[in-house]
């Protein structure tokens, strides 16, 4: 490695951030009169339906969440508003889909621009809902009067707002994707387990009262409650749950009537979700020549002192590649779950930050690596994630344990800087809101100023193209495949939790150190470009941030054609521990097996590339003699730094 000069940097400050520029569009507004006449109604009907539930339920004083959206611009200081009116608290706020203009809005430069949307949650009583609609007679009154002090955002949402409606049963489940995944579950199931994920209530009691209130209908239909969870630092309070067969289906079928269930009307929740999964399913047991002696042995790392942690399956932690080099913090025993010949994806993974491509001479970490488990494998011997445990709480033990002491347990390795966290939740591709699972992860990493390293996801879903593709050059199958994936980007969204604003995602290069390999029947459809693998979820973030936002050697995914629809030739991934592919160690298949190894190809490959290049680069910087005039940076630091010399040390090369 070439010496580099040092870069030196202005002592850290804090300073104010500058505001974003006004010059936007210019947008058309209806009157107070218009806002009157379209929205009075709304308002007189939430008003009756306190009225009904004071009537059925005796004796309390009923709450129910009030969504406001609004159009165009974003609405400052919502939640100071709200909280200066008594039964009122600002719940949550989220971007919506853009819509044509109507109702008297539209872009004064652009008559057919699309619009922005934003919704507002809060939840009311009686006396609150009462003096909002006392705000909204004064405002279209007159609208040009000043509004109460403390009150201006509610001024401004009145002028922007498009809709004002009780959250009902059907927002519970849109979206979400639970119907769809109950209606194939209840075929091969004879129990299913969801997530309820609660409205945020900042008061404990409330949040005790919206759990009590769902655990009441939930034990009433002969279902149990298999996990809890409330994060105050994320605004995040969801439980998860699960219910005989037989009552799904009734829900099901209730769905379709227009017939919610108690359970899908209870006001504390805020919605119904499939439970958050990731699957690594177990490749082909065939075995592949490695001679170990042709590897240059680094000395092993002294004990302690891990800069990078991989929370993934259980390791093979006496394996070649990996005795002395790891070490295994396995608080929730999840070994026990284990049979050798099982933990394929952490083996693979613990492989990849230590030493690399096993097909690439490259340097093994010179610090031990922490490796904390957090799949099982299932009946099938796919490595999931736990069925009685909520990945968001799963995920913030695991990180919390590693910087904070737990009773009389000391934090496990607070030196760590860098997480590698190689899931994809597919029940949860990104669509415009971050997913709480995201939110914690750009939480933690700015609480403990740590690099997390998250996979973007795999898309294994076939690839179509027309007849004759085989007779093209190379050049233009490429350009048709390219195609075929862009047009395919709906399907393409980053998976949960790769949509983070913190983390680092990372996604595959249609590469790897595999110098030979029989091709077979077998078809490499980017023709050995150093290009985008065509595994990848690829499409925008947040308020469409570039996302993944760097790629890294992932393994040459190869395809097989099968029959498409209508004769259209159709392609699918093969699965393969034979090359190409990314070179890892891998389970024994046999008692004391213990220097197995196998390709593969996908992003969690990539992601721990990545995390692998950080960890070389954070040695690298501490072996260094900072000179005596000058102050090093602190720990504080690093994980901004790690991630500043990775996605601007990347380039596309001739990819381009």
Known sequence: MPELPFLFFRRPAVTVRKGLSRGGPSYQKPTADQQRARLQARFDQIVNSFQSLQANIAGADPEQVVV????????????????????????????????????GFADGKRAAELLGRRLYALMSNQAAMDQLIQLWNQWVADAGARAKRGYGPFKQLFVLLRDIRRWGAEDRIAATGILERWQEDVQVATQLSFEIEFWFRADTGRQQQAYAEVESLVTGLGGAMLDYAAIADIRYHAALVELPTQVIQQFIQDIQAGNYPPLLRSQGVMFLKPQAQSVFRPQPAQPVVFDWAQRPQAPLPPEGNPVLAVLDGYPTANHQALQGRIFVDDPDDFAQAYQPNQQHHGTAMASLVVHGDL???????????????IFIPDALQNETLPRNRLLVDLVHRAIRRLFEAEGEQPAVAP??????LSLGNPEQPFDSEISPLARLLDW???????????????????????????ALPDEELVSRILQAIKADQYLRRPLSPAEAINCLSVGSVHADGSAQFVLGDRVNLLRNGRLPSPMNSVSSGFRRSTKPEVLLPGGRVLYRQVPGEGGQPSFE?????????VLTAAPGLAAMELGRVKHSCGTSNSAALASRCAALALERIFTHQIPLDCEPLTDRYFAVLLKALLVHGASWGGGG
């Open 444 to 470: 933690m990493s700015w609480k403990y100023s740590v690099l997390i390293v998250v996979s973007i996801g795999n898309r294994n879903a076939p690839i179509r193209l027309a007849a004759g593709w085989d």
């Open 68 to 103: 406001i959206e609004t159009l165009t611009e974003a609405v400052e200081n919502v939640a100071k508003a709200a909280a200066k009116i008594p039964g009122l608290e600002w719940l949550a706020e989220r971007d919506l889909d853009d819509v044509p203009p109507e109702y």
């Open 573 to 581: 991934p093969t699965d393969s521990v034979q090359a190409p592919g």
């Open 359 to 373: 097909n690439v001479a490259g340097p093994s970490l010179s610090r031990q690596v922490y490796a904390r488990p």
């Open 415 to 420: 030196s760590v800087r860098i997480v590698n």
